[in-house]
């Protein structure tokens, strides 16, 4: 029999999904190395499908394990990767010829030199064709368990937007987190084509990401939320600024004033220095250090930024694997945002953003800072008024359509 024929597309896909669970490769570096050389419409294939099942990979587990009788961890990494891969397809995709889904997952399966497994994973394909996407319409999502799994996220993280949000905005947020984000860009200098944003200034939503002009440093990939938090610092020629946590450098090198970018890393930080120079950010210098272990003579600063690591809960729709290994970070959030307070002359301010929705990393951190919340940045920003603390600014996926962030302003007595 004639070996069936595996879309370059699909053969992207599968090895990006096998990167990301046999390797714990992050998605987006494992599909620049597995869809190098494809045409722009196998790569935006290949991302669709390998993005996608990543991020479905909960509900698209439930329905192989249903269908198959048989627990997908006991399933051979190919055979695994494979059928998720093709229940993507048949559940959530539309306009994918079920033959396609179907023969050339199983293809994959055979190129692995599992002939063994094909019947098997033939079978549970084409069941999954007739009965998944009714089986997955008809999952309930009255209790945030119900909805994690519909929705395919951790337990603890709709557990969390459950308690933060209620359950009509928690489902709102799980659905616009597992769509494609807005492609929007910081335009540095010169002119592109796109729309600008209504509400922040240098935002522009574009078709696609222009490399060409990427590489030139005239445009800086960056979401609105993100823009937002880097606008809400207010810094002004003359003063001093630092960034406490500054790689890849978006923020850094949207300020005004004499630019201190720290960064722990040794090769975030030379990362940091290459975006630098790439914006003609002449005015940002790097360091690379320990944010709570700053050398001495960095201090007496005007103004701060601490974009603190965080679960990134607001990003899970840009990076798929997140939601599968993320993890909470308020103890160092606080320490950040104690160390870049020290570092302030009294009468300052420090920016406290997190690009995350968890009042246990947001609204939790500035309480126990201490610290006095300006309650002008949402009088500034009133679109972006937190939805409980108006004193902070919240963005969210489902309501601004573009990244989760928390962003507050503290002054410095």
Same mark, same amino acid.
């Given at each position: 029999?004639?070996?069936?024929?595996?879309?370059?597309?699909?053969?992207?896909?599968?090895?990006?999904?096998?990167?990301?669970?046999?390797?714990?490769?992050?998605?987006?570096?494992?599909?620049?190395?597995?869809?190098?050389?494809?045409?722009?419409?196998?790569?935006?294939?290949?991302?669709?499908?390998?993005?996608?099942?990543?991020?479905?990979?909960?509900?698209?587990?439930?329905?192989?394990?249903?269908?198959?009788?048989?627990?997908?961890?006991?399933?051979?990494?190919?055979?695994?990767?494979?059928?998720?891969?093709?229940?993507?397809?048949?559940?959530?995709?539309?306009?994918?010829?079920?033959?396609?889904?179907?023969?050339?997952?199983?293809?994959?399966?055979?190129?692995?030199?599992?002939?063994?497994?094909?019947?098997?994973?033939?079978?549970?394909?084409?069941?999954?064709?007739?009965?998944?996407?009714?089986?997955?319409?008809?999952?309930?999502?009255?209790?945030?368990?119900?909805?994690?799994?519909?929705?395919?996220?951790?337990?603890?993280?709709?557990?969390?937007?459950?308690?933060?949000?209620?359950?009509?905005?928690?489902?709102?947020?799980?659905?616009?987190?597992?769509?494609?984000?807005?492609?929007?860009?910081?335009?540095?200098?010169?002119?592109?084509?796109?729309?600008?944003?209504?509400?922040?200034?240098?935002?522009?939503?574009?078709?696609?990401?222009?490399?060409?002009?990427?590489?030139?440093?005239?445009?800086?990939?960056?979401?609105?939320?993100?823009?937002?938090?880097?606008?809400?610092?207010?810094?002004?020629?003359?003063?001093?600024?630092?960034?406490?946590?500054?790689?890849?450098?978006?923020?850094?090198?949207?300020?005004?004033?004499?630019?201190?970018?720290?960064?722990?890393?040794?090769?975030?930080?030379?990362?940091?220095?290459?975006?630098?120079? *790439?914006? !003609?950010? +002449?005015? $940002?210098?790097? @360091? %690379?250090?320990?944010? =709570?272990?700053?050398?001495? /003579?960095?201090?007496?600063?005007?103004?701060?930024?601490?974009?603190?690591?965080?679960?990134?809960?607001?990003?899970?729709?840009?990076?798929?694997?997140?939601?599968?290994?993320?993890?909470?970070?308020?103890?160092?959030?606080?320490?950040?945002?104690?160390?870049?307070?020290?570092?302030? *002359?009294? !009468?300052? +301010?420090? $920016?406290?953003? @997190? %690009?995350?929705?968890? =009042?246990?990393?947001?609204? /939790?951190?500035?309480?126990?800072?201490?610290?006095?919340?300006?309650?002008?940045?949402?009088?500034?920003?009133?679109?972006?008024?937190?939805?409980?603390?108006?004193?902070?600014?919240?963005?969210?996926?489902?309501?601004?359509?573009?990244?989760?962030?928390?962003?507050?302003?503290?002054?410095?007595?």
């Amino acid at each position: 029999m004639k070996a069936a024929a595996i879309s370059p597309a699909r053969a992207a896909a599968f090895d990006v999904i096998r990167r990301v669970f046999e390797h714990e490769a992050y998605t987006d570096r494992a599909l620049r190395t597995a869809a190098a050389g494809l045409a722009d419409r196998d790569r935006s294939l290949a991302r669709q499908l390998a993005y996608g099942t990543v991020q479905r990979t909960r509900t698209l587990d439930y329905v192989i394990e249903t269908v198959g009788r048989r627990p997908v961890r006991r399933l051979d990494d190919p055979v695994r990767a494979a059928l998720r891969l093709g229940a993507f397809q048949l559940v959530f995709l539309d306009g994918v010829p079920r033959y396609a889904a179907v023969n050339e997952s199983v293809e994959l399966v055979r190129r692995a030199r599992l002939e063994r497994a094909v019947p098997f994973t033939n079978a549970v394909l084409r069941r999954i064709a007739d009965e998944g996407r009714a089986s997955v319409e008809a999952l309930p999502e009255v209790t945030w368990e119900e909805a994690a799994l519909r929705h395919s996220y951790p337990d603890w993280v709709a557990e969390t937007w459950w308690r933060d949000l209620g359950a009509a905005g928690a489902v709102a947020l799980m659905e616009a987190q597992n769509e494609a984000p807005p492609t929007v860009v910081r335009l540095v200098r010169g002119e592109v084509e796109g729309v600008a944003d209504p509400d922040v200034p240098g935002a522009w939503h574009v078709d696609h990401m222009d490399d060409r002009m990427f590489e030139e440093g005239r445009v800086w990939p960056q979401s609105v939320g993100s823009q937002l938090a880097g606008l809400c610092v207010g810094s002004q020629a003359g003063e001093r600024v630092l960034d406490l946590c500054a790689a890849p450098g978006g923020k850094a090198t949207m300020l005004a004033g004499d630019v201190v970018a720290v960064e722990a890393s040794a090769s975030r930080a030379r990362e940091l220095e290459e975006n630098v120079a *790439r914006l !003609g950010a +002449t005015n $940002v210098q790097v @360091v %690379c250090a320990d944010g =709570r272990e700053l050398p001495v /003579a960095l201090t007496g600063f005007d103004r701060a930024l601490v974009d603190a690591p965080c679960s990134g809960l607001g990003v899970l729709a840009a990076r798929p694997d997140l939601r599968w290994r993320s993890q909470p970070l308020p103890e160092l959030q606080l320490e950040l945002l104690r160390a870049a307070a020290a570092r302030v *002359r009294p !009468g300052g +301010t420090v $920016v406290y953003s @997190v %690009c995350t929705v968890n =009042r246990d990393e947001a609204e /939790a951190v500035v309480d126990a800072s201490g610290l006095e919340v300006d309650l002008s940045l949402a009088e500034e920003w009133p679109q972006f008024r937190h939805l409980t603390r108006p004193g902070f600014l919240q963005t969210l996926p489902h309501v601004h359509r573009t990244s989760g962030f928390f962003i507050a302003r503290l002054h410095i007595p």
